[in-house]
Every structure is written in C-alpha cells, then in structure tokens.
C-alpha cells in the first residue's frame, strides 16, 4: 500500500490558550524593539545636512574644474568654435573671469600656474581632483 503525504496546510493547530499566544506576541515585539533602538546610532541627525553640505562643496569643486579642462579653441573643430557663440555668457560664470586677483597669485606659484596649458594646470586639477576625493571620503563616513 502506498501512503499519501499529509498536507499540512490543511491541518489547524488551535492554541491551547489566547493568552499564552498574546504572551508570545508581546516579546516578540519587545524584542524587536530593543534591537532598532540599538542599532540606531547618536550621530545620525547630522547625516542629512552634513551630505547636504558636502554635496554643495563637491559642486563647488568640480565647478572650478570645469576651466581647468577648457582648452584654447582649434581652427578646424566646429563644434569647440560654435559653443562660444551659442553660449556667449558661459565663460563670465567661469572662477578665472570672476576672480582674476586668485588666477593671479596662483599664477606666482610655478607648479600651480593655470594661465599656462602645461603642468601647472595639470597640477591643479590634481590637487582639486584630490580634494574632490577627500570630500567624497567624507560624505560616505557621514552617511554611515
């Protein structure tokens, strides 16, 4: 003879008493609890306005790239000429047109020159490339 399992879904088992599953159900909760509210860290409320403010510094921060990576036009690429004439107010938003007095004491510093396309702005990006890096550094032991 062949025995057909048994389908226990089909089977109910009734508690011997509502209270003991009230009881159950009680620590159950108490238990979970206990354990978010350990798990929840002090420093959690400076989470939010702290990415918020390194999210402005890294804007910041990739907005005075932005120059360094902008090259003198050449004569045969269209695309680099006709830019300048479709945006004419793009170079006044740049940090070397606005500020020319920090354009000129970076250019005192040989290794950090940015009016000269050769290492002095390659060296400039770097070191706001390695400050970009720190910030995000920051930004991910902030967020937890």
């Given amino acids: ?35 978010a509210a350990v798990k929840k860290p002090a420093g959690r409320s400076f989470a939010l306005p702290g990415l918020l403010l390194l999210g402005l510094l890294l804007t910041l921060i990739y907005l005075a790239l932005y120059p360094l990576f902008a090259v003198p036009v050449v004569g045969h690429d269209t695309v680099r000429q006709a830019l300048p004439k479709l945006f004419p107010w793009q170079p006044a938003l740049f940090w070397t047109t606005a500020f020319p007095a920090l354009v000129q004491w970076l250019s005192q510093i040989a290794w950090l020159n940015p009016t000269t396309p050769g290492m002095g702005r390659a060296n400039l990006m770097l070191l706001l490339l390695g400050l970009a890096w720190i910030v995000n550094l920051f930004a991910v032991r902030c967020s937890g």
């Fill in 1 to 35: 003879m062949q025995q057909r399992p048994q389908n226990l879904r089909s089977r109910r088992i009734q508690p011997t008493s509502l209270e003991r599953t009230a009881t159950i159900g009680m620590r159950h909760l108490r238990y979970t609890d206990s354990s």
